[in-house]
C-alpha cells in the first residue's frame, strides 16, 4: 500500500493547505468562490464576521495556494485556484478510498454476524444452535 | 442490496483526521468486527492485501498487531496497545508501523453510537505532527484518481457540510 513517500516539500504544502481546510469559515469561503469571483465585502455578508476577521481567513487561504487576488485598484477581488483544491482533495480521496473498501467488505462481515446471531429481519439461515452473539 | 453507505474523511485541526460511517448492525457487533482477529482479517485493509497475522490482547495495555501481505508478497506490519476500551461505544488505541516512515506513532478513538439499529462508527486518527499527518494522506491515495472540475462543487459541499 505504501509504494512511495512524497518530497518534504510536498507534504508542507500539504500540511498548510490541510490546515488552511480544517477550518468551516474557510470552507465556506471556498464554496462560495466555486460560484465566481467575490470581494471581502461580498465574502463576509453571510458571516457575522467584521472584514477584517474575513481578510484574516483570505490570508491563510492565500497563504495555501488555494485563493487568488487581483490587483483590480480598491476592490481586490478573490478567486479561487482550483487546481491547488483539487489536488488537496485528491489526497483526502484516496484515502477514503481505502475506507471505502474495507468498510464495504464490514458490510459483508456484519450480515454474516446478524444472520449467526439469527436475525429475524436478516435474509437467509439462521445459526442452529439458536446461540445469542453477545460473547466477550 | 441498498446503495453502499458513504464514507466521510475530514481533517480536523492540524493533526487530526476524522472518518464516519454508518453500519447496518447493532453496536455490539460493530465493536466485535473491530476487536475480534477471526472478524477482523476479513475487512480491513486494501482488497489486494491479505491480513497473514491478526494479534490483539483486547485488554488495557494489550498489545494488537497486524500483517499484511500485498500482491507481490510486499509485508507491511503495524501494531499499537489499547488505552481505553469500553464496548460497546469507545476504544482508544496507539498505532504505529513497523517501517515507520511518517514520524511518529497515531492515537485512534473509535465512537460507536447506535439509532434505530444504525451505528455509527467516527474514528479519529490523531497524528504525531501536521507532517505526519500529510504524510498519511498523500500515501493514502491510490493511483488514477482525479477529480473533475465540475465535481469540485460536489467536492466543497460535502467539505463545508462536516465540522
Redesign the interface.
Known amino acids: 500500500?505504501?509504494?512511495?513517500?512524497?518530497g518534504?516539500a510536498?507534504?508542507?504544502r500539504?500540511?498548510v493547505t490541510?490546515?488552511a481546510?480544517?477550518d468551516?469559515t474557510r470552507?465556506?469561503i471556498?464554496?462560495r468562490l466555486?460560484h465566481g469571483e467575490a470581494t471581502v465585502m461580498e465574502l463576509a455578508e453571510p458571516f457575522a464576521m467584521t472584514q477584517p476577521a474575513i481578510s484574516k481567513h483570505l490570508k491563510v487561504l492565500e497563504r495555501a495556494g488555494l485563493v487568488s487576488r487581483r490587483r483590480d485598484a480598491q476592490r481586490r477581488p478573490c478567486r479561487l485556484a482550483?487546481k491547488a483544491?483539487?489536488d488537496a482533495?485528491?489526497?483526502?480521496?484516496?484515502?477514503?478510498?481505502?475506507?471505502?473498501?474495507?468498510?464495504?467488505?464490514?458490510?459483508?462481515?456484519?450480515?454474516a454476524?446478524?444472520r449467526e446471531?439469527g436475525d429475524p429481519s436478516m435474509p437467509g439461515e439462521a445459526s442452529s444452535d439458536g446461540r445469542r452473539?453477545?460473547?466477550? | 442490496m441498498s446503495d453502499t453507505r458513504p464514507v466521510s474523511v475530514v481533517t480536523v485541526g492540524d493533526q487530526e483526521v476524522v472518518i464516519t460511517r454508518s453500519f447496518d448492525a447493532a453496536r455490539h457487533l460493530v465493536f466485535d468486527a473491530l476487536t475480534k482477529p477471526e472478524l477482523v482479517r476479513q475487512w480491513l485493509g486494501p482488497s489486494t492485501w491479505t491480513m497473514t497475522s491478526c494479534e490483539i490482547d483486547l485488554r488495557v495495555g494489550g498489545r494488537w498487531r497486524h500483517v499484511m501481505t500485498g500482491p507481490d508478497g510486499e509485508q507491511m506490519a503495524f501494531g499499537g496497545v489499547f488505552r481505553e476500551i469500553s464496548p460497546p461505544d469507545r476504544l482508544v488505541s496507539t498505532e504505529a508501523f513497523d517501517d515507520d516512515w511518517t514520524g511518529g506513532e497515531t492515537l485512534t478513538t473509535a465512537l460507536l453510537t447506535e439509532h434505530d439499529g444504525v451505528t455509527t462508527l467516527t474514528t479519529t486518527v490523531r497524528y504525531s505532527s501536521a507532517e505526519a499527518r500529510s504524510a498519511a494522506l498523500a500515501t493514502g491515495m491510490t493511483e488514477g484518481m482525479s477529480l473533475g472540475y465540475d465535481r469540485l462543487d460536489d467536492v466543497l459541499s460535502g467539505l463545508s457540510g462536516a465540522t
Open positions: 500500500m505504501v509504494m512511495n513517500t512524497p518534504s510536498t507534504l508542507e500539504l500540511d490541510f490546515s481546510l480544517a468551516p470552507r465556506a471556498l464554496a466555486t482550483a483544491l483539487r482533495t485528491n489526497w483526502l480521496d484516496g484515502y477514503r478510498r481505502f475506507w471505502e473498501d474495507s468498510y464495504q467488505r464490514l458490510d459483508d462481515v456484519l450480515a454476524m446478524r446471531e452473539g453477545n460473547e466477550s
